[in-house]
T-cell receptor
Framework: DGGITQSPKYLFRKEGQNVTLSCEQN?????MYWYRQDPGQGLRLIYY???????QKGDIAEGYSVSREKKESFPLTVTSAQKNPTAFYLC????????????FGQGTRLTVV | QQQVKQSPQSLIVQKGGISIINCAYE??????FPWYQQFPGKGPALLIA?????SEKKEGRFTISFNKSAKQFSLHIMDSQPGDSATYFC??????????FGKGTHLIIQP
């Protein structure tokens, strides 16, 4: 089955710890994206990558880091610098160029304890 | 600065009725306008999308109306069904940049 796989589905983190969320796609898409969703908010863009070994900051990049070493993978690290990391994190991918559908994973719910 | 404004925040419609959700955008460089449907605990799924050179697009019971001069677009769900109860997000995008989302509309279809 083609699609986007996010893992884990639930993640608990102690304050002061870094944590990495996994996102893998087998759709052969060039572009990948990370969004954060909070209750009552739309999805907000954290980082995106249009090609391997290149990525750009989105609207709320502070406290997050990413890497894009492989076309299929775009992991997101939530660092201890992120002041309010508890949220639902969604990864998406799309073909390169505009006007193309973005496919979303099922999300990772991160809770800081 | 919120680039895509969505209304209403919540909406209750009787079964068989028409559900209407509206969005307004500010950035005239946006060139792709999708609507997403999201069920609790799941990722959003594309419902329907439109480009600014088209004023209306229909797919089954779902229609997007687009008004470029007013910088507004709307989603109409005809013959609304209980299974349509979900959160709906409008979004806008420029080229291959990330999507800019509205804050969502929680839709409830009453049987």
């Amino acid at each position: 089955d083609g699609g986007i796989t996010q893992s884990p589905k639930y993640l608990f983190r102690k304050e002061g710890q870094n944590v990495t969320l996994s996102c893998e796609q087998n759709l052969n898409h060039d572009a990948m994206y990370w969004y954060r969703q909070d209750p009552g908010q739309g999805l907000r863009l954290i980082y995106y990558s249009q090609i391997v070994n290149d990525f750009q900051k989105g609207d709320i990049a502070e406290g997050y880091s990413v890497s894009r070493e492989k076309k299929e993978s775009f992991p997101l690290t939530v660092t201890s610098a992120q002041k309010n990391p508890t949220a639902f994190y969604l990864c998406a991918s799309s073909m390169s160029g505009g006007n193309t559908e973005a496919f979303f994973g099922q999300g990772t719910r991160l809770t800081v304890v | 600065q919120q680039q895509v404004k969505q209304s209403p925040q919540s909406l209750i419609v009787q079964k068989g009725g028409i559900s209407i959700i509206n969005c307004a955008y500010e950035n005239t460089a946006f060139d792709y306008f999708p609507w997403y449907q999201q069920f609790p605990g799941k990722g959003p799924a594309l419902l329907i999308a439109i480009r600014p050179d088209v004023s209306e697009k229909k797919e089954g019971r779902f229609t997007i109306s687009f008004n470029k001069s007013a910088k507004q677009f709307s989603l109409h769900i005809m013959d609304s069904q209980p299974g349509d109860s979900a959160t709906y997000f409008c979004a806008a995008r420029r080229g291959a940049d990330g999507l800019t989302f509205g804050k969502g509309t929680h839709l409830i279809i009453q049987p």
